[in-house]
Structures are given as C-alpha cells and as structure tokens.
C-alpha cells in the first residue's frame, strides 16, 4: 500500500512539474531553454522536477530583478468591472416605460 502512494506522488510531482514547464512563458524561464527542461523532467522525473523548481522556474518574489533572474512584466492597467443594467440611466428609463406600458 505504501509503494502504491509512493508512486502516486511520483506520478502526481512529474506531472505537476511537466505541466508547469509547458506553462511557463518562453521568456521567463531561467538558466537553459524551455525545451531542454521538458526533456529534462521526462527522462529524469524526480530529479528534474527538483531542478526544474530550484534553478528554471521563475522566481514570483520580492527580488525579481538579480543578476540571473528575468525582469518582472508590468501588470496590465486595471479597469473598471462592467456595470450592470441598474446603473444605466438609460435603461432604467426605458424599463420603467415598458412596466407603465408607455411603449
């Protein structure tokens, strides 16, 4: 039972670091090619999954910008959330036209 859940957390790691790597934008993954860590992680799961967390994925911290780590994007602007139909004055008057059968 023990080396049924061994290789359940084996399987679950290698996957996780495999979809993470196939995830990882081109251009923000440290040290080698993305290529090379796809290869890296199938032929060496749990080694290359332990490399791939410790020197290619990138870092999401406050030091972002050391000497080998890649620039931080900047965040997209924020806007607005949509507005609903209740905040338009317009709406709401027409609405109100229907209910009163003003047509």
């Given at each position: 039972?023990?080396?049924v ?86 709406f ?12």
């Amino acid at each position: 039972m023990a080396g049924v859940l061994v290789t359940l957390a084996v399987l679950a790691f290698w996957l996780y670091s495999l979809f993470d790597v196939i995830t990882t934008p081109e251009d923000e993954v440290r040290n080698v090619p993305k290529t090379l860590w796809v290869l890296v992680i199938i032929l060496v799961p749990v080694v290359g999954g332990l490399l791939w967390f410790l020197l290619g994925r990138p870092t999401r911290g406050a030091a972002e910008d050391g000497p080998l780590r890649m620039p931080r994007r900047p965040a997209p602007p924020r806007q607005d959330p949509p507005k609903g139909p209740e905040d338009d004055p317009d709406f709401l008057r027409d609405l109100d036209k229907r209910m009163r059968g003003e047509e």
